[in-house]
């Protein structure tokens, strides 16, 4: 009579050669301990990212330094309002404790603030030409329905499908133009980590 296996000791006979990659482990729990510290620095004024680096182990800290890049260059991205530019500003910030060649970096993210704020100008100047452009839309779409309830009737533009469609599609344009450029600040901040 053959033994019936469960399904525990069938994938234990599978993985039994099998061993896990220490350093693999080991370097994505550094990595995420950057990316935690980095969480921390944006929600708390207090934690200083370059006396975590000190106190970091010598064998962990490229890896730390990587998480910690990798959150900072996640928040550095094209703001949508004022608290979203504040946001990269604190990122940028942030890059402090990671790039040895400070009065570099220092000038590149004045570069991309700039940069920054006249993508938050010209988005707004976008929406607005948007809503000017399809104002006689919306006031013949008012008027119809006007017509069918009895009543004055107004829609807001964020609430109508097609001006939505319409807007998305130019700040899609608009965001593909300046997201190039903003991937290249970053691609020169990661070499910039990275140097001796």
């Known amino acids: 009579m053959a033994l019936i296996k469960s399904a525990i000791e069938i994938a234990l006979e599978k993985t039994r050669n099998v061993e896990a990659d220490k350093e693999a ?22 934690t200083d990212l370059k006396e975590l680096l000190k106190r970091s182990d010598e064998k962990k800290l490229p890896y730390v330094k990587e998480g910690m890049l990798q ?9 949508v309002n004022e608290i979203a530019l504040k946001q990269c500003k604190k990122a940028g910030e942030g890059l402090f404790s ?47 329905m006007s ?14 499908p097609e001006f939505q469609k319409l807007l998305r599609q130019n700040l899609t344009l608009l965001e593909d133009r300046y997201n190039k450029v903003l991937n290249q600040v970053k691609q020169e901040i990661s070499r910039m980590s990275g140097e001796k």
């Open 25 to 46: 482990l080991k370097a994505n729990t550094a990595i995420t301990e950057g990316k935690k510290a980095v969480s921390g620095f944006f929600s708390d004024e207090k």
């Open 71 to 79: 959150a900072l260059l996640a928040n550095i991205k094209l703001p």
């Open 98 to 144: 990671i790039v040895r060649d400070t009065r570099r970096l220092e000038k590149l993210l004045s570069q991309m603030e700039h940069f920054l704020e006249e993508f938050l100008e010209e988005r707004k100047r976008l929406e607005a030409s948007v809503k000017q452009q399809y104002a006689p839309v919306l006031k013949q779409k008012e008027e119809e």
């Open 147 to 160: 017509k069918q309830l009895g009543a004055r009737v107004r829609i807001d533009p964020s609430q109508d």
